[in-house]
């Protein structure tokens, strides 16, 4: 069974830096891609960043402008892992983030999985 665990988050202050991580397991035969979704209560859950197994990044037009430079995708395939690292992180950037990837695994071939999520609070 296919499972990702999230870590990394925290309470962090304006300006710090924080590096979530959200590793897959179980029996993958592949992961198309991995990415960050931030949702907040009674909002839409939005793209953060997504890298594909290949490395290609994708950065969510939806959150706005002031993410970039400041957030950066990566990923560790041998791991299974992604990461988003966090820096210079503002007050607008608390939210609950989650971890979202598409994986064909042996039991359920193609399917989108997520992550329990992880708080997120920059507090000033």
């Known amino acids: 069974q296919v499972q990702l665990v999230e870590s990394g988050g925290g309470l962090m202050q304006p300006g710090g830096s924080l590096r979530l991580s959200c590793a897959a397991s179980g029996s993958i035969f592949s992961i198309a891609a991995m990415g960050w979704y931030r949702q907040g209560p009674g909002k839409q859950r939005e793209l953060v960043a997504r890298?594909?197994?290949?490395?290609?990044?994708?950065?969510?037009?939806d959150y706005g402008d002031s993410v970039k430079g400041r957030f950066t995708i990566s990923r560790d395939n041998a791991k299974n892992t992604v990461y988003l690292q966090m820096n210079s992180l503002k007050p607008e950037d608390t939210d609950v983030y989650y971890c979202?990837?598409?994986?064909?695994?042996?039991?359920?071939?193609?399917?989108?999985?997520w992550g329990q999520g992880t708080q997120v609070t920059v507090s000033s």
């Open positions: 979202n990837s598409k994986i064909y695994s042996s039991t359920s071939r193609w399917n989108e999985y």
């Open positions: 890298i594909t197994s290949g490395g290609k990044t994708d950065y969510g037009e």
